[in-house]
Structures are given as structure tokens and as C-alpha cells.
Nanobody
């Protein structure tokens, strides 16, 4: 089993920045891909970004390209999401996910965190 704990969410004005963190614990040796998804109010969960263990495979949703950056620090078992130029449409619960296999943009991940709220005021 792998446990994921997100942090770093909060309230920010449009145009501002936030950095989310996701700390993994447990059987982390089995984890390859880690990802961020988000669920806006009243909407379905959507893919944001993903990265593999080595950092050589990274994917972004079109809506966040050029504004968000995913990174990973394996020594700390942590993945980050740097979010710049935030927009009201970025308001959502952001969830960290992990899986044993390769990066994918679909929510077929093995492990999920509880999520952290990001609210962007316009």
C-alpha cells in the first residue's frame, strides 16, 4: 500500500501562484508514475499533470501548459505542482495519484490522496 498526503492548497488571487506538494509513504518502491488531478465544483475529475519516476516522461493538460510545472524529488518521495498565473477556472480540489505502471492521463491510478482545496478569486 502507498499513502499520499497533499499540502499547499489555499486561497489566492487571480494571477498569483501556489505550490502543491504530495508526500508518499509505504510501499513506494512500487510506484512509477505520479500525477495531479483536480475536481472543480460540480464537475468531474480531470487530469492536470503526470511524471514518471525518472522525470523523462511528463504530460500536461492543455489547459495548464505553460502555467503549471510538475516535478519530483525521489529522495523525499515527494511530487510537486508549481502553479503560476492562476485563473478562477483553476479552482478545484487537487488530488495526488500514483501507479505502478507508466504515465497516463486517465484516472486509472492505483493510489489516491484525500485532496487539497485551491481557490482562486477573480
Amino acid at each position: 500500500q502507498v499513502q499520499l498526503v497533499e499540502s499547499g492548497g489555499g486561497l489566492v488571487q487571480a494571477g498569483g501562484s501556489l505550490r502543491l506538494s504530495c508526500a508518499a509513504s509505504g510501499s513506494i518502491f512500487s510506484v512509477n508514475a505520479m500525477a495531479w488531478f483536480r475536481q472543480p465544483p460540480g464537475k468531474e475529475r480531470e487530469f492536470v499533470a503526470a511524471i514518471n519516476r525518472g522525470g523523462g516522461s511528463i504530460r500536461y493538460a492543455d489547459s495548464v501548459k505553460g502555467r503549471f510545472t510538475i516535478s519530483r524529488e525521489n529522495a523525499k518521495n515527494t511530487v510537486y505542482l508549481q502553479m503560476n498565473s492562476l485563473e478562477a477556472e483553476d479552482t478545484a480540489v487537487y488530488l495526488c495519484a500514483a501507479r505502478r505502471l507508466a504515465v497516463t492521463t486517465t484516472p486509472i491510478y492505483d493510489y489516491w490522496g484525500q485532496g487539497t482545496q485551491v481557490t482562486v478569486s477573480s
